[in-house]
């Protein structure tokens, strides 16, 4: 059975950082890319990062360029997603995604920025 779990979100202030973890079961990990999502309230689903399987080729959206950093452990089937100097826009449940299949998603975490 396919699993990604995600953690660490949590409440922080404004500048903060938090680092989210994705930890993956059931298929290949290394063989495949892995994203970091977000949705807000009344939002539509943000995809933030990806890394690539192997290599660590890494992709940011504009929003968080700079300041979100996706990197993975393939040997703890685990993907990272350091977030620092965070705002309050950036409030919303985290997801990540495996790009091996469309349904392939965590259950997601909170992340929520105080002013």
């Known amino acids: 059975e396919v699993q990604l779990v995600e953690s660490g979100g949590g409440l922080v202030q404004a500048g903060g950082s938090l680092r989210l973890s994705c930890a993956a079961s059931g298929f290949t990990f290394d063989d495949w890319a892995i994203g970091w999502f977000r949705q807000a309230p009344g939002k539509e689903r943000e995809g933030l990062a990806d890394i690539s399987p192997s290599d660590g080729i890494t992709y940011y959206a504009d929003s968080v360029k700079g300041r979100f950093t996706i990197s993975r452990d393939n040997a703890k089937k685990t993907v990272y997603l350091q977030m620092n100097s965070l705002k309050p826009e950036d409030t919303a449940v985290y997801y990540c995604?495996?790009?091996?299949?469309?349904?392939?998603w965590g259950q997601g975490t909170q992340v929520t920025v105080s002013t």
């Open positions: 995604h495996a790009h091996f299949h469309p349904n392939a």
